[in-house]
């Protein structure tokens, strides 16, 4: 019953920005921690970032912090990732995730629900 529908992956250049968006159903969407991973061929799954519900406490991996940031239309129970400065190293397979709970966690363990992925390719 609980669904999250990725979008926005696609192909830019380096130094180029966009926006993926995550909307979820079939949960209450306040109690949600909302995170987002990223998996490179080669590489461990990785959080990129997360959130809670009122975006108090929020969390970034070292190498995305100053450009990547995560936001919620808690409205249209929404989460994105909007990625600025995009470095061909920020290539991989993006996923939104989601756990009901308080404290924002960065392990994939933690973690219940999984969308689709997609696809952000980033070219020199």
């Known amino acids: 019953q609980v669904q999250l529908v990725e979008s926005g992956g696609g192909l830019v250049q380096t130094g180029g920005s966009l926006r993926l968006s995550c909307a979820a159903s079939?949960?209450?969407?306040?109690?949600?921690?909302m995170g987002w991973f990223r998996q490179a061929p080669g590489k461990e799954r990785e959080c990129v970032a997360a959130s809670d519900w009122g975006a108090r406490s929020t969390y970034y991996t070292d190498s995305v912090k100053g450009r990547f940031t995560i936001s919620r239309d808690n409205a249209k129970n929404t989460v994105y990732l909007q990625m600025n400065s995009l470095k061909p190293e920020d290539t991989a397979v993006y996923y939104c995730?989601?756990?009901?709970?308080?404290?924002?966690?960065?392990?994939?363990?933690?973690?219940?629900?999984w969308g689709q992925g997609t696809q952000v390719t980033v070219s020199a």
């Open positions: 079939g949960l209450t969407f306040r109690s949600a921690i």
């Open positions: 995730a989601t756990y009901r709970g308080i404290l924002v966690r960065a392990t994939p363990g933690s973690y219940d629900y």
